[in-house]
């Protein structure tokens, strides 16, 4: 990433801030001054951008209307963009009365929930709000998500199209609408307690205090950073306001099947993130695996291939399968502890491993614990299971010794 350039705005001059500071409170358009009974020092607005040229001057210019002169505030653009978004918020900034940031990443790691925790990083306010740069979070908001916050010491304000006063009025079509409804219920139905009091965990629009921030322990992927922040370090006290989801002011959405499989993913590894969860997830994998394995025995024996030979390849099949799996969706952010061809090789060594250390266990306990055939081959496939799970995590997907003090 490099930051390309801070275009700095009136607000960034002392002596315009001391004037700010002493003026009257100026109530954005809408509201009155009572409205805001209190509101934090200053906010950082992070704007994640893909390809948004035709959208990001009408952006500033409306942040600028929207948001008073007296909140002191700096918008930071977090850019993925293959085409020239950079240059227009570049001229777009020469006229907006606060500092405007652009960092353009070369590598968009994480996709647009990354950009965000690299706003976050960059932010230097008491608050941070996080919107879209298509113009379909209204501006005229930010006020109002920081003051809640303030009023009801809450760490993080969601902007939620699903309360009272709220509506969802700018998803384009019927299909959209009922892509956002079932992954809401999904990702409530999956994390309950973390997204207790959060009807909207699908927003992009909220405002969060930049001391609840932790960004290390973050691994985003895809767009749905608020889910990511919920889910792994949700502050104490949150709040919502609502919103109406505006229409698209140019351009079209970013929305695809590829983002529905990231986001899918994200859920996966959102839910296996605890050690037990992560076992679970893995003896699941283990039982697809059954498929491809039965399958390879039956073609080679029906090819006249003797069964044991036969039953030894075809376990490759299912290694083959639980591996993708396991390293897709249980151990993603793992990953670039080792090779891959190191990680294949000592997965499959452990897997196999299984089936010959699964016979003489089920001979030790028959002979020795006196136990019958049925509950000790349970037993030892339970045994067996637990040793791969744990040999899986420390030997293929934990980090060396020396990389582990490296990243320390």
């Known amino acids: 990433m490099s930051q390309d350039y801070t275009v700095p705005g009136r607000l960034n001059d002392p002596a315009v801030r001391a004037a700010a500071a002493s003026a009257p409170a100026e109530a954005p358009r809408g509201r009155t001054s009572q409205d805001d009974v209190a509101e934090p020092g200053a906010v950082t607005i992070v704007v994640p951008t893909f390809n948004e040229s035709a959208n990001v001057r009408q952006l500033l210019h409306q942040i600028t209307e929207s948001v008073p002169s007296r909140l002191p505030c700096e918008v930071v653009f977090v850019d993925d963009s293959t085409d020239d978004t950079p240059e227009v918020i570049r001229e777009a900034a020469k006229d907006c009365p606060f500092p405007v940031t652009v960092l353009h990443r070369d590598e968009p790691v994480g996709g647009l929930g990354g950009a965000v925790v690299e706003g976050m990083k960059a932010a230097s306010s008491d608050w941070i709000v996080v919107m879209d740069g298509d113009c379909q979070h209204p501006p005229s908001l930010v006020p109002e998500l920081v003051a809640t916050g303030e009023r009801a010491n809450a760490g993080l304000v969601v902007a939620s199209r699903y309360i009272k006063g709220g509506s969802r009025a700018g998803l384009a079509g019927s299909y959209r609408v009922a892509v956002s409804r079932g992954a809401t219920w999904l990702t409530k139905s999956l994390f309950p307690r973390k997204l207790h009091g959060i009807s909207d965990p699908m927003s992009g629009f909220f405002a969060i205090r930049r001391s609840a921030v932790t960004a290390d322990v973050l691994r985003p992927l895809g767009y749905k950073i608020l889910l990511e922040l919920a889910v792994r370090s949700r502050p104490r006290e949150v709040t919502e306001v609502p919103f109406v989801f505006q229409d698209r002011f140019a351009g079209e959405s970013k929305s695809n099947a590829q983002e529905g499989f990231r986001f899918l993913r994200h859920l996966v590894g959102l839910r296996t993130a605890s050690p037990v969860a992560r076992m679970v997830g893995f003896g699941l994998i283990g039982l697809t695996g059954f498929m491809p394995n039965l399958l390879g ?32 969706l249980l151990f993603r952010d793992r990953r670039e502890h080792r090779r891959w061809w190191d990680r294949v090789g000592r997965f499959a060594l452990l897997a196999n491993a299984d089936l010959v ?23 030892a496939l339970v045994t067996t299971f637990v040793l791969r799970f744990v040999g899986t995590e420390a030997l293929v997907y934990l980090p060396r010794r020396g990389v582990r003090r490296a990243a320390r």
């Open 297 to 328: 025995l039956w073609a080679l024996t029906a090819l006249g291939m003797h069964y044991v030979p036969a039953e030894i390849l075809a376990n490759q099949l299912g290694v083959a399968w639980n591996f993708v799996l396991i390293e897709h």
């Open 357 to 379: 250390l699964r016979i003489p266990l089920i001979a030790l306990f028959v002979h020795r614990l006196g136990m019958g055939a049925l509950s000790a081959t349970a037993l």
